[in-house]
């Protein structure tokens, strides 16, 4: 089993910048894939970026060239630095892993972000 904690998120003007930690424990080697996803109030769950095993990295459009994600060499944290944060950011943040052996993914308990404008 795999339990991920993520911290880091709060307050921040328009154009500012934070940074997400989700620390992963237990059996992270069964881990093939981790991302942040983020839910705004009356939304969806959306993806915003993710990292594979082998470091290759996606994210969104609204979030390119903004967002980035990366990895510590253990791969047992991974980070989301956010850049000129946008109102529309405002969202709670999730850390999620998806497992070679397929099955449900785990999930962090969540981060608020919110950006006042």
């Known amino acids: 089993q795999v339990q991920l904690v993520e911290s880091g998120g709060g307050l921040v003007q328009a154009g500012g910048s934070l940074r997400l930690s989700c620390a992963a424990s237990g059996s992270i080697g069964s881990i093939n894939r981790m991302g942040w996803y983020r839910q705004a109030p009356g939304k969806s769950r959306e993806l915003v970026a993710v990292i594979r095993s082998g470091g290759e990295t996606d994210d969104v459009d609204s979030v390119k060239d903004r967002f980035t994600i990366s990895r510590n060499n253990a791969r047992n944290k991974v980070y989301l630095q956010m850049n000129s944060l946008e109102a529309e950011d405002t969202a709670v943040y999730y850390c999620?892993?998806?497992?070679?052996?397929?099955?449900?993914?785990?999930w962090g308990q969540g981060t608020q972000v919110t950006v006042s404008s």
């Open positions: 999620n892993a998806r497992f070679w052996r397929g099955g449900p993914d785990t």
